[in-house]
C-alpha cells in the first residue's frame, strides 16, 4: 500500500460524509477518529488539514453540506439539482489537486506511524448502524421535506430529531448504561458557543462588524452578498449564485478560522494559525484555484452530473 494512501482515504471519506452531514460535523467526526489511530505527530496535523479541505469542498456541492449553500438553498438562490449538476466536478477537483500535491510531499510519505488498517473501524455501540443510518437517511431527506411540504428546511431537521429521539429511547429502553447513547445526552453535548458565533456574525452583518468578519469567515460574507444582490439582478441558479456558494465553502480553507471546519480543527488539535499558513494553505490556494478554472471550463463545455439526475423523486422540484 502507497505509504500516502491514508491521505487519500481521509479525504475521499470527509468529502462524501461532508456532502451529506455538513462539514463542522465531518470534521469533529474525523479528526475525532485520527485522534483515536493517530499518535500526536506532525502527520496528524496534516491530516486534520486534509480533513478541512475535503469538509470544505464535499460541503459545496450540496444544499446542506455547508451552512452557506444551505443559506442560499433556504432562500432561493440555488436548487438541489443545479447545484449539485454544476458544483460536483469543481468541488472533486479543489479536493484532488491538494491531495496530489501533498502526496508528493516528505511529511505524508515519510511518516512512519501510517498503517495499513488506518480506517479500520472503532467497535460500534449496539444497534450503532441502525442509528447511523436513520440519521443519515433524515438529514439527507431534508431537501425532499422541503419540496414536499414546503415547510421550511428546520422542520425537516426537527422532524428527523423526534424520529431519531423515539428509535433510540425504544432500542435502550431498560438499559441505564446506555443512557449516553439517547438524544437528550447528545444534546446535552451541543457546541452552544459554536452556534452563538455564527448567531452573532449573522446578526452583525448589516453593520461594520459584520463587513469586518467577513474576512475571516464565510457566513458573513455569503450574507452580504444576499443582501447586495437579489434575483432580479442574478435569476436563480445563475453562474453567480453557483460561483459564491462554492468560492465561499471552499475558499474558507485557504485559512483556517475561514470556515467552521477550520475552527473545529483547531479547537480539537490546538493548531496554530501559522503552522496551517506554512503546511496547509498553498494547498488549499491550488485547490480553490484549479476548482473554479474547472468550473469555468465545464460552463463553457456545458458539462456536469448526468441530467438523469433530474429523474430522482423530489430533487429536480426543490
Known amino acids: 500500500m502507497p505509504d500516502c494512501f491514508p491521505l487519500f482515504q481521509i479525504g475521499i471519506v470527509t468529502f462524501f460524509l461532508s ?28 491530516l486534520g488539514g486534509v480533513v478541512v479541505i475535503a469538509a470544505n469542498a464535499g460541503g459545496a456541492w450540496t444544499p446542506i453540506g455547508d ?42 510519505n515519510g511518516s512512519s506511524q501510517k498503517s495499513s488498517s488506518f480506517l479500520s473501524s472503532e467497535k ?32 425537516g431537521m426537527l422532524l428527523g430529531l423526534g424520529i431519531l429521539w423515539i428509535l433510540t429511547d425504544a432500542i435502550h429502553y431498560g438499559e441505564p448504561e446506555r443512557q449516553t447513547l439517547k ?8 457546541d452552544t458557543q459554536g452556534i452563538l458565533f455564527f448567531l452573532g456574525i449573522l446578526l452583525s452583518v448589516g453593520s461594520a462588524i459584520g463587513v ?7 457566513v458573513p460574507l455569503v450574507a452580504a452578498a444576499m443582501g447586495m444582490y437579489d434575483l432580479t439582478s442574478y435569476p436563480q441558479d445563475s453562474d453567480f449564485w453557483q460561483l459564491v ?37 498553498g494547498f488549499a490556494f491550488a485547490g480553490y484555484a484549479a476548482g ?27
Request: charged share 10%; net charge positive; aromatic share 8%.
Open 245 to 281: 456558494a462554492f468560492c465561499a465553502g471552499t475558499g474558507g480553507s485557504m485559512l483556517i478560522i475561514g470556515s467552521a471546519a477550520g475552527v473545529a480543527f483547531m479547537g480539537m488539535e490546538k493548531v496554530d494559525f501559522f503552522w496551517y499558513i506554512r503546511k496547509v494553505s
Open 183 to 190: 438524544v437528550p445526552q447528545a444534546l446535552s453535548r451541543i
Open 19 to 46: 456532502s451529506v452531514l455538513d462539514n463542522l460535523t465531518s470534521t469533529i467526526v474525523m479528526v475525532s477518529l485520527i485522534r483515536k489511530l493517530v499518535p500526536p505527530s506532525e502527520y496528524r496535523k496534516l
Open 292 to 318: 473554479i478554472a474547472c468550473y469555468l471550463a465545464t460552463q463553457n463545455l456545458d458539462l456536469s452530473l448526468p441530467t438523469s439526475l433530474a429523474a430522482i423523486p423530489f430533487i429536480s422540484g426543490s
Open 212 to 218: 469586518v468578519s467577513a474576512v475571516v469567515d464565510n
Open 67 to 108: 451552512v452557506t449553500t444551505t443559506m442560499l438553498w433556504i432562500h432561493g438562490q440555488i436548487t438541489t439539482l443545479k447545484i449539485m449538476q454544476g458544483l460536483f466536478i469543481p468541488s472533486v477537483v479543489s479536493l484532488a489537486v491538494p491531495l496530489a500535491l501533498m502526496s508528493l510531499t516528505s511529511e505524508a
Open 124 to 155: 460500534m455501540a449496539p444497534r450503532g448502524k441502525l442509528v447511523l443510518a436513520v440519521g443519515v437517511g433524515a438529514l439527507v431527506f431534508v431537501p425532499a421535506f422541503k419540496a414536499l411540504t414546503g415547510l421550511p428546511p428546520y422542520m
